[in-house]
C-alpha cells in the first residue's frame, strides 16, 4: 500500500461539520490520508479524475467515501447514483452522513446501495463518537474487495 | 212480435202446455176455413135467389106499371078517336066546340088529372078542358122532342119534375085520313100516397125500395118525391144489378122498361136484409166452432196430462237426485203397460244403482272433506296472516318518508309509489305510476342507457347499488344511493324493487369533507418540508456550536478561570438540550405521516425489554418494577414501543426522587378493548392540569425539577390516536401517578 495514497473521502459542503468531522477523525489517527471536497461535482471529478483532478490516477481508490447529501449543485444522492452506476467505482464503500433524518432520503439511500447510513448528532460528543466509530471501521475493521 | 222471440217462448213452454195449444190451433184453423167456405157459398146462394126475386119482382111491377098506364092510355085515345074532337080541329074550332069541351072535362077522373087540353097540328093549345087546374107544365113541342107519337097512336110521357110537384104528359093523336090533325094532351100528377108506397113495400118484403124514372135516366121518384143519388146508370142496366143507394148500402136491384111509357122500373132490396138469415146460420155455426175447440182443448189438455203427468213425476224425481237428495229412496211408483211405464221402471233401476254410488261417494266425501277442512283451515289462517303483514307491509312501506320505495315491472314501469318517493321526487302517485323509471335519470345517463344497464345487471347479480344524480320532478337535480333488487316469481323475472334515498346533504358534507382533507394534506405536506428543513438546517448550526464550544473548551480549559468554565458548559449543555428537543420535536411531526404497521404485539415481553434498556445505570437498583399479565395488543410494534418507552421513563424520572420507587406495569381486556397501565408512586401532579398533561411543549414540574421537554406525553397521545385509542391519567400529589392507554381490538385502522 502506497502512503501518499487517499484513504478518505470527505464530501461536505458545510466548513464546520467538515472541521469537526476532520477532528474527529484525528483524534483516533485515523485523517492522515483524507481529502475534503466542497460538493458533490468537486466529489465526482475527483472520483472519475476529471477537471482538476485529471492529472490523478483513477485506479487509486478511496477506501470509504463520507458524503453529505444536501449540497449546492450535485447533492449526496446523486453522487451515490453516480457511483453504484459505475462498474470501477462500484466497489467504493460509502457512507452517507447528514442531519436530516429524513426517511425517504435514507430509503433512496439504500436502494442505489449505500453502505452505511449516519444521521450525524447534534452534540459534538455524540457525533465524534460516531465519526471515530466510522473511520475505524471502514478503514479498519472492512476488508475491502482490493 | 219479434219472430226472433217468438220461437224460442214457445219451446219454452212445456208439452203440458204445447200439446192442447197445438191441436187448439188446428181445430181453430178448420173451424175458420169451414167457416169462410160456408159463408161464401151460402152468400153467393143467397144472393142468387135475391137477385131471381128482384127480377121476377122487378118484372111484375113493371108490367102492373104498364097495364096501369095502358089503361089510361087507351082511355084517352079511345077520346082522341072521337069524331067531334077531329071534326072540331078539322073546322077549326067553329063546330063541335062544346061537345069537345064536355069530352075533356071527362077525362078528368081523379084529383091526378091535372090538365086536359087539345093541340093542333101546329101544336097550339086549341081547348082547354074547363076542370083544368093549372098551366101546362112544359110545352108540347119540348115533350114530342124526346116521345114520339105516330098517327092513330097514344103513349104515356116522361116525368117532369115542375116546383114541387112530378108531372107525366099521357098523348095521343088526333087522325083523320091517317094524318094527325091535333093531340090530345093530358098532364097528371104522380098519384101515390105513402099509404100506398108503404104497402107496395110491405107486399114486395125485405125492405125492397120502387124507383120510376125516365128512360133517359135524367129523373128518379120512388112515386111520393123525386130520389137524388141512385148510383146506377139505368140506360145500360138489364137484369140484377148492385148499387149504393144515397144511404150508402149495396141494394141487390132490377131494372125493366115500362111497356107504352117513356119509364123504368127498378127494384132494390138492402143486400143486408138478404144476407140476414145467413148471418143468423154464420153465428150459429161460430158458436158451434167455439163448443167445439173448448171441448177439443180440455180433451187435449187431459191427453196431454196423462203423457206430461208421469213425466213431470220422473222429472221431480231425477230433479231430487240431481239437486243431492239421495238420502230418501226417490222412485216413481207407476202401473202403466206403455212406454212411459218402461221408462219409469228403467229410472227406479237407475235410482237404485245412483243411491248406492252416492252412498260410497258419501263416505269418500266425507273423508276427503275433513281432510280438506283442516287444509282450508290451515290456508285461511296462514292467508290471513299474509294478509295482514301484507297490510302491515304496505302501510310501513308508504310510511316511509325518507326512502323512496318503488316496485318497478320487468320492463321498469313504475307500479307502487310511496310517500318517500314523492317527499324526494316530486311526483304524485297518480301522475307516476306506469311511467318509465328513467325519468329520474340525468338527459346523458338516458343517452348512455344505465337505467337499462342497471336493471340487467340487478337483474343479473341479484342486487345493484348506484351513486349519482338524479332529476326531481321539478327538474331540481339530487345526489342519490338507489339500491335495485330484482323480484322473481316462481323463477320468472316479474319486477324490480327499488330503494332510493336522497343523500345530497351527506354528498355535500362528504364534498366538504374531501375538500378539508386536501387542504389539511396540504398544510401536512407544508409542515413536512417544515420538519425536513427544521431537521437539516436548525440542526447543522447547533451542531456547530455545540463542536466549537466542546473546542474550546478541550484547546483552553488551561486558560479559563472558573466562571468562563462554568459558561462553557452551560453552552455545551444548552445545545444539548435544544438538540434533543429538536429530535423529539421532529419525531413528533413525523409520526404525522407514518403509516401504522398492525402487527399483534407481545406487549408483556416488549414491557420487559423496555424495562431492560431503560434501567442500565447502576443507581437504578433501587427501582422495583413489577410487570402484570399484559395482553396482546393489536398495534405497530415500533411506536407502541415508544409509547411504553416515554411512560415507563416518565414513570422512573419522577419517581426518581423517591427513596423507594414502584414502578407497576398491568394490563386488562373486554370484549372491544385492551388497556394498559403504568403506574408509579412518584411525585403525582394535581388533577386540575390533567388537561395540559398531553399537550406539546406542556409540562407540569420546571426543569430544576425534571429535566424534559414536554413532547413525550404529546408523542404518546399522538401515537395512541393513530391507533384509535385512548389515553388518560389518574394522579395525586406526591402519591403518584397512573397512565392508562387502550386500543382496541382488531384495528383495522
Redesign the interface.
Known amino acids: 500500500m502506497i502512503d501518499n495514497k487517499v484513504e478518505i473521502l470527505l464530501v461536505e459542503d458545510?466548513p464546520?461539520?467538515a472541521?469537526?468531522t476532520i477532528?474527529a477523525l484525528r483524534r483516533v489517527n485515523l485523517a492522515n490520508k483524507l481529502i475534503h471536497v466542497k460538493d458533490g461535482a468537486e466529489a465526482l471529478d475527483f472520483i472519475f479524475s476529471k477537471g482538476v483532478y485529471s492529472e490523478r490516477n483513477v485506479d487509486d481508490k478511496p477506501k470509504v467515501i463520507l458524503l453529505d447529501i444536501?449540497m449546492p449543485k450535485v447533492d449526496g444522492i446523486e453522487v451515490l447514483r453516480q457511483l453504484k452506476s459505475d462498474e470501477k467505482t462500484r466497489s467504493i464503500p460509502v457512507v452517507i452522513m447528514?442531519?436530516?433524518?429524513?426517511?425517504q432520503d435514507i430509503i433512496t439511500s439504500y436502494d442505489i446501495g449505500v453502505n452505511s447510513y449516519v444521521v450525524?448528532?447534534?452534540?459534538?460528543?455524540g457525533?465524534?463518537k460516531a465519526v471515530s466509530q466510522l473511520g475505524y471501521y471502514w478503514l479498519i475493521t472492512n476488508q475491502s474487495t482490493q | 212480435m219479434n219472430p226472433k222471440r217468438s220461437k224460442p217462448i214457445f219451446s219454452r213452454l212445456s208439452i203440458q202446455q204445447r200439446l192442447p195449444l197445438l191441436i187448439c190451433f188446428f181445430l181453430l184453423f178448420t173451424i175458420i176455413v169451414y167457416g169462410f167456405l160456408n159463408y161464401y157459398s151460402l152468400k153467393k146462394a143467397t144472393l142468387m135467389i135475391g137477385r131471381e126475386r128482384v127480377n121476377t119482382l122487378t118484372e111484375q111491377i113493371s108490367s102492373m106499371l104498364g097495364q096501369s098506364a095502358l089503361a089510361t092510355i087507351k082511355y084517352l085515345h079511345n077520346t082522341a078517336y072521337m069524331d067531334q074532337v077531329s071534326q072540331y080541329l078539322a073546322t077549326g074550332g067553329k063546330q063541335y066546340g062544346r061537345e069537345t069541351v064536355d069530352e075533356l072535362n071527362k077525362l078528368h077522373k081523379d084529383s091526378t088529372w091535372m090538365i086536359a087540353e087539345l093541340a093542333d097540328s101546329t101544336l097550339k093549345t086549341v081547348l082547354r078542358s074547363d076542370k083544368s087546374l093549372a098551366n101546362v107544365p112544359v110545352s108540347l113541342k119540348e115533350v114530342l122532342t124526346y116521345t114520339h107519337i105516330g098517327p092513330d097512336s097514344a103513349w104515356a110521357g116522361k116525368f117532369y119534375y115542375v116546383k114541387g110537384t112530378t108531372y107525366y104528359p099521357i098523348i095521343a093523336s088526333v087522325t083523320r085520313k091517317k094524318h094527325i090533325i091535333g093531340y090530345l094532351v093530358c098532364w097528371k100528377i104522380l098519384p101515390a100516397s105513402q099509404k100506398a108506397v108503404d104497402q107496395l113495400s110491405q107486399l114486395m118484403g125485405s125492405g125492397a125500395n120502387l124507383y120510376i124514372g125516365n128512360r133517359d135516366g135524367g129523373f128518379w121518384t120512388n112515386t111520393i118525391k123525386p130520389v137524388s143519388g141512385l148510383n146506377f146508370n139505368a140506360k145500360i142496366a138489364s137484369g140484377p144489378f148492385t148499387f149504393r143507394d144515397a144511404d150508402g148500402q149495396t141494394m141487390l136491384a132490377a131494372v125493366q122498361p115500362v111497356a107504352y111509357t117513356d119509364w123504368l122500373t127498378v127494384i132494390g132490396f138492402p143486400e143486408k136484409n138478404l144476407l140476414s138469415g145467413m148471418n143468423g146460420f154464420m153465428r150459429w155455426i161460430f158458436l158451434f166452432g167455439i163448443i167445439l175447440l173448448g171441448i177439443g182443448a180440455f180433451a187435449a189438455w187431459l191427453t196431454s196430462r196423462g203423457i206430461t203427468g208421469p213425466l213431470n213425476k220422473l222429472t221431480g224425481a231425477a230433479m231430487a237426485i240431481s239437486a243431492g237428495d239421495y238420502s230418501s229412496h226417490v222412485s216413481v211408483d207407476m202401473e202403466r203397460g206403455d212406454e212411459l211405464g218402461k221408462l219409469a221402471h228403467a229410472f227406479n233401476i237407475m235410482e237404485q244403482y245412483v243411491q248406492q254410488t252416492y252412498e260410497e261417494l258419501e263416505a269418500m266425501v266425507d273423508e276427503r272433506t275433513s281432510a280438506l277442512s283442516e287444509e282450508i283451515r290451515l290456508r285461511e289462517t296462514t292467508e290471513a296472516s299474509l294478509r295482514e303483514s301484507r297490510q302491515r307491509y304496505h302501510l310501513m312501506i308508504n310510511e316511509v318518508k325518507d326512502y323512496a320505495i318503488i316496485m318497478l315491472d320487468a320492463e321498469g314501469k313504475i307500479l307502487v309509489w310511496n310517500q318517500g318517493a314523492e317527499r324526494i321526487k316530486g311526483y304524485t302517485e297518480k301522475e307516476i305510476l306506469g311511467k318509465s323509471f328513467s325519468l329520474f335519470y340525468t338527459p346523458s345517463d338516458i343517452e348512455n342507457q344505465k337505467p337499462q344497464h342497471l336493471l340487467k345487471r340487478a337483474a343479473k347479480e341479484g342486487r345493484v347499488e348506484d351513486v349519482g344524480w338524479r332529476v326531481r320532478k321539478d327538474g331540481s337535480k339530487f345526489w342519490a344511493d338507489v339500491v335495485l333488487t330484482p323480484i322473481y316469481n316462481y323463477g320468472e323475472l316479474t319486477g324490480f324493487a327499488k330503494v332510493t334515498r336522497d343523500i345530497t346533504e351527506r354528498k355535500k358534507l362528504e364534498d366538504e369533507v374531501a375538500v378539508r382533507t386536501a387542504q389539511l394534506e396540504a398544510s401536512n405536506k407544508e409542515l413536512e418540508a417544515f420538519s425536513?428543513s427544521v431537521?437539516?438546517?436548525l440542526?447543522?448550526p447547533?451542531?456547530?456550536v455545540?463542536?466549537?464550544?466542546?473546542?474550546l473548551k478541550e484547546d483552553y480549559e488551561e486558560k479559563l478561570d472558573a466562571e468562563g468554565l462554568r459558561i462553557i458548559n452551560n453552552i455545551?449543555i444548552n445545545?444539548?438540550i435544544?438538540?434533543?428537543l429538536?429530535?423529539e420535536l421532529?419525531a413528533f411531526s413525523?409520526l404525522g405521516k407514518k403509516e401504522l404497521t398492525l402487527t399483534n404485539v407481545n406487549m408483556q415481553q416488549l414491557a420487559g425489554l423496555v424495562t431492560s434498556e431503560l434501567l442500565h445505570n447502576e443507581t437504578d437498583g433501587k427501582y422495583r418494577v413489577s410487570i402484570g399479565a399484559l395482553p396482546v395488543a393489536t398495534a405497530d410494534q415500533a411506536m407502541i414501543k415508544q409509547v411504553l418507552m416515554n411512560l415507563v421513563s416518565n414513570a422512573l424520572k419522577y419517581s426518581s426522587k423517591q427513596a423507594d420507587p414502584v414502578i407497576e406495569i398491568g394490563g386488562s381486556e373486554d370484549e372491544n378493548e385492551t388497556i394498559y397501565y403504568v403506574k408509579d408512586n412518584g411525585v403525582g401532579f394535581d388533577m386540575a392540569y390533567a388537561g395540559k398533561l398531553f399537550g406539546v411543549f406542556q409540562r407540569l414540574h420546571s426543569q430544576d425539577e425534571f429535566e424534559g421537554t414536554g413532547v413525550g406525553l404529546a408523542l404518546v397521545k399522538r401515537i395512541i390516536d393513530k391507533h384509535s385509542g385512548k389515553v388518560w391519567a389518574e394522579a395525586e400529589e406526591d402519591k403518584g401517578a397512573k397512565f392508562y392507554f387502550s386500543l382496541p381490538k382488531n384495528n383495522k385502522q
Open positions: 458545510n464546520h461539520d472541521e469537526m477532528r444536501k447528514t442531519s436530516s433524518k429524513e426517511e450525524k448528532p447534534v452534540d459534538f460528543e457525533f465524534a | 425536513y431537521s437539516h438546517d440542526r447543522t447547533l451542531r456547530a455545540s463542536g466549537y464550544s466542546v473546542m455545551i445545545a444539548r435544544m438538540g434533543t429538536i429530535d421532529l413525523r
